[in-house]
């Protein structure tokens, strides 16, 4: 049997939040890795079947994974492997805790340790809209022009 190791390049994370504008995004997450036999040099080049797997913990069951994804005949070309994850399955998890991405190669074990899914520095800042120009909800607002409250309507402020 052979062993397989994976030397993750980049894993981007973009999720969006919990709103209708936010759903209409596709949440993709694109994968890169080089993937190398047990010793230094790169697997040949080929079709292989390549499972991913989200789990809440390093290490947990296979059976507890939250969100899994199978992509047949992926193509791994010297050494390299692109995959776009959540073509074949929606990504319908969110990213407000940490999760793992465990991952196997053809019937051989999955690989360890998992990799910690960390999402890229702009996701970081959606959490926290600098501007908006509509707003749903909003919980603290530094500066708010052209707004409506129950003060102004209550005060006659509203004709």
């Known amino acids: 049997m052979k062993k397989f190791f994976i030397a993750v390049l980049s894993i981007v994370i973009c999720s969006g939040a919990n709103s209708s504008f936010a759903q209409d995004t596709p949440r993709l997450i694109p994968f890169k890795a080089r993937v190398v036999g047990t010793g230094v040099s790169t697997v040949p080049d080929g079709q292989y079947d390549i499972t991913f797997r989200v789990y809440n913990e ?3 069951a296979i059976e507890s994974a939250v969100w899994t994804e199978v992509h047949q005949n992926a193509e791994i070309k010297n050494g390299q492997l692109n ?15 940490t999760r793992y991405l465990g991952i196997t190669i053809g019937i051989g074990p999955e690989m360890y340790p998992r990799h910690q899914l960390i999402p890229s520095f702009y996701s970081f800042s959606a959490s926290a809209a600098y501007s908006a120009d509509i707003a749903i909800t909003a919980d603290y607002a530094a500066t708010v022009d052209n707004t409506i409250s129950a003060t102004t309507v209550l005060s006659g402020g509203v004709v």
Do not use: M, Y
Not at 83 to 97: A, H, K, M, Q, Y
């Open 58 to 60: 390093q290490k947990s």
């Open 83 to 97: 995959i776009l994850l959540g073509t074949e399955n929606p990504v319908n998890f969110d990213f407000r805790s």
